[in-house]
T-cell receptor, first 111, second 114 residues
Framework: SQQGEEDPQALSIQEGENATMNCSYK?????LQWYRQNSGRGLVHLIL?????REKHSGRLRVTLDTSKKSSSLLITASRAADTASYFC???????????FGKGTKLSVKP | DTEVTQTPKHLVMGMTNKKSLKCEQH?????MYWYKQKAKKPPELMFV???????INESVPSRFSPECPNSSLLNLHLHALQPEDSALYLC?????????????FGPGTRLTVT
């Protein structure tokens, strides 16, 4: 399976703290994307990092990609209660843009 | 308009019923996707339509039948489902059916098969 693995599976932090989630994958990729899913709802795209990029920022989000280790991390700084959600990495490895999602990290931010 | 809409929000159906899930986007996207998501699991790709042609079918049982009437609409026809098919069904679209584009997801249809 090319499915990514995220760790930790669950993360509980206080508001204002930083949250770091990691993703590992198995095959060569074109790019890696991160998505957020609030409980039982649709996914929201957060950020896309291409295979030739090492780091990308978007607001309070920082994503790194290490293709030699086949891993990525998502850092959310100064977390808020509204960041409570499940976070999935998704690898884009073929020519047709289909994504393979990792197992996800469930983040809980306590006010 | 950056929204993907799905109807219905919830669906309960018996194993002998026939029903359809609908998905619509008006962003001019040329690729549309169906995913199945079981509780506490990641979404799993079922079908991909690119330029209204079925380009990927991930070995989904024939009791699921996709249809793309035009570039804005995507249907999933359901027939003779099993209780294990109960899940959240997500529709998504992207600008192109090629690598490098983010996907926009609808809110999903929560399906229960009794």
């Amino acid at each position: 399976s090319q499915q990514g693995e995220e760790d930790p599976q669950a993360l509980s932090i206080q508001e204002g703290e930083n949250a770091t989630m990691n993703c590992s994958y198995k095959t060569s990729i074109n790019n890696l994307q991160w998505y957020r899913q609030n409980s039982g709802r649709g996914l929201v795209h957060l950020i896309l990092i291409r295979s030739n990029e090492r780091e990308k920022h978007s607001g309070r989000l920082r994503v790194t990609l290490d293709t030699s280790k086949k891993s990525s991390s998502l850092l959310i700084t100064a977390s808020r209660a509204a960041d409570t959600a499940s976070y999935f990495c998704a690898t884009d490895w073929g020519s047709q843009g289909n994504l393979i999602f990792g197992k996800g990290t469930k983040l809980s931010v306590k006010p | 308009d950056t929204e993907v809409t799905q109807t219905p929000k919830h669906l309960v159906m018996g194993m002998t019923n026939k029903k359809s899930l609908k998905c619509e986007q008006h962003m001019g996207h040329r690729a549309m996707y169906w995913y199945k998501q079981k509780a506490k699991k990641p979404p799993e790709l079922m079908f991909v339509y690119s330029y209204e042609k079925l380009s990927i079918n991930e070995s989904v049982p024939s009791r699921f039948s996709p249809e793309c009437p035009n570039s804005s609409l995507l249907n999933l026809h359901l027939h003779a489902l099993q209780p294990e098919d109960s899940a959240l069904y997500l529709c998504a679209s992207s600008q192109r059916g090629t690598s490098g584009y983010e996907q926009y997801f609808g809110p999903g249809t929560r399906l229960t098969v009794t």
